[in-house]
Structures are given as C-alpha cells and as structure tokens.
C-alpha cells in the first residue's frame, strides 16, 4: 500500500480531544458560576440577620398634675395626735382591753391596775362622809334646841323671871351649839374632800384614752409593774401607744433654695410608697419657722384632704407641690411615650414595640400631648418600644441594645 493510504488510515486525535476539554471548561465555569451566587446569597442573608443596634424608651404612667409640678419633696407620714398612755400611780396591771389595730374613743378605759385598797380606801371615805352627814343633823337639832332657849331665857330677864347667871347658861349654850354646827359642816367638807381623793386615787388605777384614736403598740401586759417613771427594775411606763388618725400630716424637708416656691395652703399631691396606685390631695398646712443646719432644709407639714383608712404613721410618702389645684381629671394616670418613637406605616401609626431580641409593628392612638411626651392607647406601661433607628426595622428585624459602660 501506499503511504497516502496509511496516512488516510491513521486517527487525528487533536479532534477528539478538543470538544473534551471545552466540556470541562463550560463545567468550570458553572461551578464559579454557582459558587459566586451562593455567596451573594449568604452575604445578603448574613446582613439580612444581621441585628439592628437600637435606643428604645420606655412606656410609663403619667399624671397630668406633673406638668405643673413646681417641686417634689420626700418625707413621713405622723401622727400630730400622739400619746404614750401610762397610769399616774405604781400598781400591777390586771386588765387590759385593748391590743394594736383596736380603735378607742375619749374616755375608754383600755386598761385597769388593781386597785382593791383603792377601793376600800374609797368605800372607808364615803363612810365618814355619811357619819359626818349625821353629826351635822345631830348639830343642827342642838342649835335649834339651844337657839330656842336662849330666846326664851332672853324673854324671861327682860321680864326679871329668871337671874342673869341663867340667861348667861343659856346663852354659852347657844354659842357652843352654834360652833358645834359649824364644826359639822367644816367635817362634812372635810369628809366631802377625802371622798373626792378616794376616788381620784380609783380613778388613777383606771388607764383611759384621753382622745378618739388607733392603738400603734403595746408596751405592757397583764401582770406587769406599771409606774409613772419606769424607774422600778422590771417595770413599764407606758402601756399602749395611741394616735389620732385624723390628725395623720405629711412630714417633708424642703431644701433652703427651694422654700420660695413654698407657700401655706399651696395645693399638693402626695404618694406613698405603701398604695403606689393612688394619689392622695393635700395642701401646706404648716412651714414650720427654723431650719436644720445639718441638712440645710426647712420642714413643711401637708395635710390629707381626704382621709383613707389604709394610711398609717410613719409610712414613706412624696410630695409633689403643685403650681395649682389639680382640675377634674387631672388626677388620672395617663400611659404616655416620647413621641419619638411613634411611625407611620401602610397609613397607621404604631410603634415598634420590643419583644425579646426582635420588634413587632404595633398600631396605637396618639393623643394629646403632656409635656414632652405623649399619651397613647394601645399600650401598657412598662412595655419598651424602639426609638430610632426606626427606617431600619420591621416587624421581625432582630434588634441589639448598645452595651452598658
């Protein structure tokens, strides 16, 4: 055979391998192709999560009075009625009627010492008392009797009947009969007067509330060593604490620079901290005229306008001095937020309120505006809301807070 045959017979193989490797080439290309988008796709998605630092505010109450707040003070509620009921003689207590809580009235014996020599004592006087009674009957029929003959025998020597040494009997008669009445009455006085100690002594040994109050303590019991001074080993002074409730005043200092704005019968809103849902009316009853040196405040006392049984002495309260009087409605709570955080989407107005680590689009009523803030209906106080950056977020966007220095 010829060698143009053999060369016709032969394989090209740069033909075969030249669509392989475009093959593998295209193959490469999509799979940079396919790896290049997987990571648009997790960058995308990484920045998507990614959490949104945000400042959030808080929703709180507001009262509309605190607008027109001119200063605010702490202090204590006291008792302006208050009084350490003790007996006014030593004795051993053998009753007591009364415990904390119980409510007496002027008067009220709340406890009893045993007084059964008193007693007698008394019973013994009202005796003598009678025996004196009696003297002073015998008495008056003696001058009675010698007033009579003393008259007669006048009659009878001015007629020259009788001698003188018998008008002179009859007339030392009558002056001692006389002296004798008037021995009696001074011994009925006499009487009279021991009686009337008797029973001041009996009435010692009876303990009594000298005014409409509250029992606060108890400081003795049944069987103790009562004494006016306490100075016995074992004895008490006093057995039970007592307040008038009525009298109840807020107690505040007020700072030196402040007092200017302070003035009697200026209006006040008091709180405590023991019925922090309430707001209690009052006005300036008193700026007591000295000053403590050591806290450079002035004391001023502010009366409850109305009472509440649920107040009691020496509970912490705070008092806010009013510009003027509270008006009808001003004294109920509002829920308030800084207007801030307030957006408008789809045409409502809502909040992106916090709830874990993400926010949700609340819709909500702004009303009218207290202060710098404003009030709004379809949240509680309490609840945290996000207050910038709000273009940023969604219903669903994962928030992060900056960290505290």
């Known amino acids: 055979m010829s060698s143009d045959s053999f060369e016709a017979l ?3 193989k740069s033909s075969r391998t030249a669509p392989r490797r475009m093959n593998r080439n295209r193959t490469r290309m999509v799979l940079i192709l396919v790896a290049a988008l997987a990571a648009v796709v997790a960058v995308v998605t990484m920045f998507r999560n990614r959490p949104v630092m945000i400042e959030s505010a808080t929703v709180s109450l507001l009262y509309p009075s605190q607008s027109f707040t001119l200063l605010n003070a702490s202090g ?14 030593t004795g051993r ?19 009893r010492l045993e007084n059964k020599d008193l007693e007698a004592a008394l019973r013994q006087a009202g005796a003598a008392l009678q025996n004196a009674k009696a003297v002073r009957e015998q008495s008056r029929a003696d001058y009675a009797d010698a007033e009579k003959s003393f008259q007669r025998q006048k009659e009878l020597l001015a007629s020259g009947i009788v001698s003188q040494a018998d008008y002179d009997s009859a007339e030392a008669r009558f002056k001692r009969a006389a002296a004798a009445a008037a021995g009696a009455e001074a011994g009925i006085a006499v009487a009279s007067a021991a009686q009337q100690g008797a029973a001041v002594n009996v009435e010692y040994s009876l303990i009594r509330a000298p005014f409409d109050a509250v029992v606060l303590t108890k400081n003795a019991d049944v069987g103790d060593i009562i004494t006016p001074f306490g100075a016995a080993a074992n004895s008490k002074a006093a057995v039970v604490t007592i307040a008038d ?29 023991a019925l922090p849902g309430g707001r209690f009316k009052g006005i300036v009853h008193a700026i007591v005229p000295t000053a403590d040196r050591s806290k450079a405040s002035v004391m001023v006392k502010i009366r409850f306008l109305q009472r509440d049984q649920r107040i009691f002495p020496e509970m912490s309260a705070k008092v ?30 809502g909040v992106y309120l916090v ?18 803030l404003a009030e709004v209906s379809g949240l509680k106080s309490g609840d945290k809301v996000a207050l910038k950056p709000l273009d940023k977020l969604n219903t669903g966007s994962r928030i992060t807070f900056p960290e505290k220095k």
């Not at 009808?328 to 045409?347: F, H, M």
């Not at 709830?355 to 710098?372: H, N, Q, S």
């Open 10 to 12: 032969t394989i090209d």
């Open 320 to 349: 806010a001095f009013l510009q003027r009087e509270a008006a009808a409605g001003e004294s109920t709570a509002r829920i308030v937020l800084n207007p801030a955080a307030v957006v408008t989407r789809d045409g409502r107005s």
């Open 245 to 273: 409730l009525a009298s109840l005043q807020v107690e505040a200092d007020v700072s030196e620079s402040n007092l200017a704005q302070i003035r009697q019968g200026q209006p006040c809103e008091i709180t405590l901290d």
């Open 93 to 111: 207590m053998e009753w007591l009627g009364v415990e904390e809580g119980s409510r007496v009235t002027a008067g009220q014996i709340v406890a």
């Open 355 to 372: 709830t874990g680590d993400t926010v949700r689009f609340t819709p909500v009523t702004v009303g009218a505006k207290l202060g710098d």
């Open 76 to 89: 204590y509620v006291v008792a302006q009625r208050k009084a350490a009921v003790a007996s006014k003689i």
